[in-house]
């Protein structure tokens, strides 16, 4: 299978867990997987010998309409072409914001029948998911 792993590159929990599993449906089943957001992955920075995992790079550009720069229309938009480009067949999200969000988007945009999964963990579940302003959407 072609997996893309959306997830932030920080030392913190979500990286380590999107790398580890992403390296094992590498390692361990064979599945090409492509990591995608705006650094790689802390641990995949340190492991550059796979040829089963790749890194895409998000660029977000600077808008002067926007006071902050929209990085989940970016992945999205990135993504249905990387949809297209691999034939991805699973996109798995680390965190509903912006990652899941961006996921559906670039599924309706690529219009491909592409699984998308959602690991729901840390601020995801306590602060975001908890906020009155973003619990519908998480």
């Given at each position: 299978?072609?997996?893309?792993?959306?997830?932030?590159?920080?030392?913190?929990?979500s990286?380590?867990?999107?790398?580890?599993?992403?390296?094992?449906m590498?390692?361990?089943?064979?599945?090409?997987?492509?990591?995608?957001?705006?650094?790689?992955?802390?641990?995949?920075k340190?492991?550059?010998?796979?040829?089963?995992?790749?890194?895409?790079?998000?660029?977000?550009?600077?808008?002067?309409?926007?006071?902050?720069?929209?990085?989940?229309?970016?992945?999205?938009?990135?993504?249905?072409?990387?949809?297209?480009?691999?034939?991805?067949?699973?996109?798995?999200?680390?965190?509903?914001?912006?990652?899941?969000?961006?996921?559906?988007?670039?599924?309706?945009?690529?219009?491909?029948?592409?699984?998308?999964?959602?690991?729901?963990?840390?601020?995801?579940?306590t602060?975001?998911g908890?906020?009155?302003?973003?619990?519908?959407?998480?």
């Open positions: 299978m072609n997996i893309v792993i959306l997830c932030y590159h920080r030392i913190g929990g990286g380590i867990v999107a790398y580890e599993i992403g390296r094992a590498a390692e361990e089943k064979g599945h090409k997987v492509h990591f995608m957001g705006l650094e790689p992955p802390f641990r995949l340190n492991n550059n010998n796979n040829d089963s995992m790749h890194f895409h790079k998000v660029h977000v550009n600077e808008y002067p309409v926007f006071d902050f720069q929209p990085y989940s229309l970016a992945l999205a938009s990135q993504l249905s072409t990387l949809i297209q480009r691999h034939d991805i067949d699973v996109i798995h999200s680390h965190y509903a914001l912006p990652h899941a969000v961006s996921a559906l988007l670039a599924r309706d945009i690529s219009g491909r029948d592409v699984k998308c999964i959602t690991t729901l963990h840390g601020t995801d579940i602060i975001v908890a906020h009155p302003t973003m619990i519908n959407i998480t």
